[in-house]
């Protein structure tokens, strides 16, 4: 009877055509490594560089944001509404507010715009072109995501 009910949970739960990697990032603007998560749409491999997403949580979030939310791509995907992108998001600092602190020991914003961007481009072929790179947020990724686009607009693309 375990066994049947197991393989019905299993059986109910929603096929996911994308694959999801979830790492670990060092570098040295960070004092230890960084969480994250990429979804991935499939054929991402294949053809030119995708458009790149990346999601900054609010307070006290993390990158299970981000896997949790895998299903709601894959639908968009399917059906077509939205087109194939990579989508990334690391775990920050609770409150880290994504900027660089002032005493130089975490530097989220440099993080964001330069190594983590550049890792994401290279190893899941999303293009470096800054028209098709997206940065969004709530809360306090909302206001990270406003705070780096106008600080360096060069490397996101312009609000429509």
């Given at each position: 009877?375990?066994?049947?009910?197991?393989?019905?949970?299993?059986?109910?739960?929603?096929?996911?055509?994308?694959?999801?990697?979830?790492?670990?990032?060092?570098?040295?603007?960070?004092?230890?490594?960084?969480?994250?998560?990429?979804?991935?749409?499939?054929?991402?491999?294949?053809?030119?560089?995708?458009?790149?997403?990346?999601?900054?949580?609010?307070?006290?979030?993390?990158?299970?944001?981000?896997?949790?939310?895998?299903?709601?791509?894959?639908?968009?995907?399917?059906?077509?509404r939205l087109p194939k992108?990579?989508?990334?998001?690391?775990?920050?600092?609770?409150?880290?507010?994504?900027?660089?602190?002032?005493?130089?020991?975490?530097?989220?914003?440099?993080?964001?715009?330069?190594?983590?961007?550049?890792?994401?481009?290279?190893?899941?072929?999303?293009?470096?072109?800054?028209?098709?790179?997206?940065?969004?947020?709530?809360?306090?990724?909302?206001?990270?995501?406003?705070?780096?686009?106008?600080?360096?607009?060069?490397?996101?693309?312009?609000?429509?």
């Open positions: 009877m375990l066994k049947l009910l197991g393989f019905l949970l299993l059986a109910s739960l929603p096929s996911c055509a994308s694959e999801l990697v979830l790492g670990d990032f060092k570098t040295d603007l960070i004092p230890h490594p960084v969480p994250y998560a990429v979804v991935l749409p499939d054929g991402y491999k294949d053809g030119p560089a995708l458009p790149m997403l990346m999601m900054l949580h609010g307070g006290y979030g993390s990158r299970d944001q981000l896997v949790q939310m895998r299903g709601v791509f894959d639908d968009e995907w399917k059906s077509g992108m990579v989508v990334a998001m690391i775990t920050a600092g609770p409150a880290c507010l994504y900027m660089d602190f002032k005493d130089g020991s975490e530097k989220w914003e440099s993080l964001i715009i330069g190594p983590f961007r550049t890792s994401v481009q290279k190893t899941y072929n999303a293009t470096s072109d800054p028209k098709k790179n997206l940065l969004m947020g709530a809360s306090m990724g909302g206001e990270g995501t406003l705070r780096i686009g106008l600080k360096h607009p060069e490397c996101m693309a312009e609000s429509q």
